[in-house]
């Protein structure tokens, strides 16, 4: 049919465009944040590229979401402020009718978004944690860049290397400064070389000398030595126990219903439930009248997202804190909205300031 036809180009091509856009923006807002994750010593500046595309991933499904409410608000919202609405009301057709392209052009779009919150939304979560977590098991004097100075993860040290090759476990004019209060100590050596003891990270340190000064008392002592050890990391890893439950397969997390588990499962399926209710309560909030150029209605479109959108947050906390069950809270929250949606549908439907077979209204 040509209204369904129309509607669904236009849908699309609105849905294209503002995927793009939105993408740009939050691409760009991600990009500085892992820039500064790598300058703060959380990511390998090598990773940062890597450590985009997972958390890109990630926020995929919500944008995803995002474009298509956002798509159906302003693409009905300029065929009212053009007329053309009123045309198809005149032809017989109710607001209603306009569910059944709105859904033909996004359910490809739900599919792709249930996918990649089911399936890739975990996966991409556990490679960005493995990552992080394999940069951060690196002991201190590997994470050193040569001639570069760095400071080890609690603060306390700050390591300088003039390593040859990055691949190296043994280092050249090595400088370590130690503070724990109220002792500071400046360690340097021709070269050190780490080692494995007992699961931690050692350096043995050659041909160097140590000087510690004593805030409290003032005293100075000054040492040579021709070989210094000094622990510098450890190997330890985290378990599967401890893996937060963003990280687990959604199979995992069925087979092992814990209020914890739970939450993440009302987060993932929640948010697919919220992509198809916000497609309904677009339909309703894109009526605007023709003869007032406003954008009220995008406006009320997105604070009504940002307000669905913590709402599912806010119920993943409830039932991973064991407060609500995960049953009657999806329902009163995804069926309350679904109510909403239809009921805003009706109402405009059958609100005779928007047909125009209605009662004329003055201007």
Known sequence: MLFDSTVRRELARSFGAT?????????????????????G???APEDVVLMLGYTALGQLPTMMGLSLFIAVVVTLGRMYRDSEMVIWFASGLGLARIVRPVFQMAWPVLLAVGALLLFVWPWGNRSSVELRGRYEQRTDLSRVAPGVFQTSRDGSRVFFVDRANEESVEGHHVFVLTRKPPLESVVSARSGRIDNEDGEKVLRLVHGQRNETDSLSGVRTLSSF??????????????????PPKTLDTLVLL???????????AWRFGLLLAAANLLLLGIGLSAIQPRRASNWNLLLALLTFIAYFNAVNLTQAWIASGRFEILPAMLTLHGGALGLGLALIWWRDHAAVWRPSGPRTSA
Do not use: F, K
């Open 19 to 39: 995927l793009v856009v939105i993408l740009t923006i939050v691409i760009t807002m991600m990009l500085i944040r892992t820039l500064g994750m790598a300058a």
């Open 41 to 43: 010593g959380e990511v």
């Open 226 to 243: 021709e070989s210094y050890r000094l622990l510098v990391g450890d190997t330890a890893v985290r378990s599967v126990q401890d893996s």
């Open 255 to 265: 087979q092992d219903p814990t209020p914890r588990h739970l939450g993440e499962l």
